[in-house]
Nanobody, 114 residues
C-alpha cells in the first residue's frame, strides 16, 4: 500500500528556511517521479516542484525558482523540498504526490510570518 508522510513544516520568519521531507513506503520509490504541491484555502493546489525517479531532472515553479529546490534520497525513499528566502506568500499546506496513481500525503503546514 502506497504511503506518503510529509514532515518539516512549521512557523518561520520571512527570509528564513525550512526543509520539508516526504517519506514514502509501499512501492519501489526510485521508479517514480515525485512532486511537491501547495495549497492555500480557497485556491487550487499549485505544483511547486517535481523530480524524476533517478533524481537527475528537476523542475520548479517560476514563483519559487531560485529559492526552492527538490531532491531525493532513493535509499531512504524520501523526497525533500528545501525552501529558502521564504516569503509570506509561501504560506500554504505543502503536499507530496506520486503522480502515477495519484497518491497524496496528508500535507504539512508552512506559515511564513513575523
Amino acid at each position: 500500500q502506497v504511503h506518503l508522510v510529509e514532515s518539516g513544516g512549521g512557523l518561520v520568519q520571512p527570509g528564513g528556511s525550512l526543509r520539508l521531507s516526504c517519506a514514502a513506503s509501499g512501492f519501489t520509490f526510485s521508479n517514480y517521479i515525485m512532486r511537491w504541491y501547495r495549497q492555500v484555502p480557497g485556491k487550487e493546489r499549485e505544483l511547486v516542484a517535481s523530480i524524476t525517479g533517478g533524481g537527475r531532472d528537476t523542475n520548479v515553479a517560476r514563483s519559487v525558482m531560485g529559492r526552492f529546490a527538490i531532491s531525493r534520497d532513493n535509499v531512504k525513499s524520501t523526497v525533500y523540498l528545501q525552501m529558502n528566502s521564504l516569503k509570506p506568500e509561501d504560506t500554504a499546506v505543502y503536499y507530496c504526490q506520486r503522480p502515477t496513481g495519484g497518491f497524496w500525503g496528508q500535507g504539512t503546514q508552512v506559515t511564513v510570518s513575523s
